[in-house]
């Protein structure tokens, strides 16, 4: 039998569709329209010639930021502080949320875990002490300065945790029957099912080690040591020209304030636009099971 819609419900079905619209592009067009000012003259840019579409097409923006060595070099720490950073958070993330987990029978002393974890969102020791302790241990001017410091996010934890617990408790009892321990039922039973929330936790630390700046002025004395956001706010923000030599002058001419952020804002976020795609069919389901508490 064929179930024929009114013509209020394909109404009500046709207004959704054209909301939904209207919501992505208005999401749509600020990334469009920085795109088009990237590409686009000095001139064009500064006059607000440019809307949608690149006004005196140019590249110079680009081979600003990619013509040099310094760049290329900055690129390359911020995908090393992605890699570590996202490996090592999110296996302390795994192995401090599973027993975290855990019912007060099978873990005596969770609540009091849970509320120094809790703490530490709420209470920090301050910039300097933590600055001296990293200093004191050697981490200065080292990628383990980018990605240690930060690699144990609460939020992360608490998230996973209750992912956890909405997991069905007879999953451990018949691993424990077949004479699993706690790291095998983790790895071969926790892990894999926890997919999305482990998806959503990777990509939020993934996007806070790529947009990261602030630490990498404060932890590098040397601008070679300097994240690909550090480096692009010292020469951009800060407009810091001992990165540009007297070769590029000419190519510095075509350029202006607005196109300079405008490839800067693109380059940041064309990484995280290509991984989103991948991991969001388990965004919204990871967020959803682990922000609900049994």
């Known amino acids: 039998m064929r179930y024929r819609l009114s013509f209020g419900r394909r109404l009500f079905a046709g207004g959704n569709v054209l909301f939904l619209a209207a919501v992505s592009l208005a999401c749509l067009m600020p990334l469009v329209h920085i795109l088009a000012i990237s590409f686009s003259s000095g001139a064009a840019a500064s006059a607000g010639q440019v809307v949608l579409w690149p006004v005196n097409f140019t590249t110079a923006a680009y081979q600003n930021v990619f013509g040099k060595p ?43 875990y849970v509320w120094i974890f809790v703490l530490t969102i709420l209470f920090n020791g301050g910039l300097i ?4 302790t990293l200093k004191t241990l050697g981490m200065i001017d080292t ?38 321990g706690h790291f095998s039922t983790l790895w071969r039973i926790y892990a894999p099912l926890s ?22 002025m404060l932890l590098m004395n040397h601008p070679d040591n300097y994240p690909l956001q550090t480096f692009l706010q010292t020469i951009i923000i800060n407009l810091d020209f001992r990165f540009i030599k007297a070769e590029n002058a000419e190519l510095i001419v075509k350029l202006s304030d607005r196109t300079s952020k405008a490839a800067q804002i693109f380059v940041a976020a064309f990484p995280v636009l290509i991984v989103y795609p991948f991991l969001q069919r388990f965004f919204i389901k990871g967020i959803v099971m682990g922000s609900v508490k049994e």
Do not use: C
Not at 84 to 112: E, N
Not at 149 to 175: C, D, M, T
């Open 195 to 216: 997919l999305p929330a482990l998806a959503t936790t990777g990509l939020f630390t993934m996007v806070g080690h790529w947009n990261s700046w602030f630490d990498g």
């Open 70 to 112: 310094e760049y290329l070099r900055a690129f390359w720490i911020s995908i090393q502080r992605v890699v570590l950073g996202t490996a090592v958070s999110m296996l302390l993330t795994i192995v401090t949320a599973y027993p975290l987990a855990k019912d007060q029978r099978q873990f005596r002393l969770r609540t009091i």
């Open 143 to 180: 990628i383990w300065a980018l990605v240690l410091p930060g690699a144990l996010q609460v939020f992360n934890v608490i998230l996973l945790l209750n992912f956890y617990r909405n997991l069905p408790k007879e999953l451990e009892e018949s691993a424990r029957i077949d004479g699993a």
């Open 129 to 132: 002490p933590w600055y001296l």
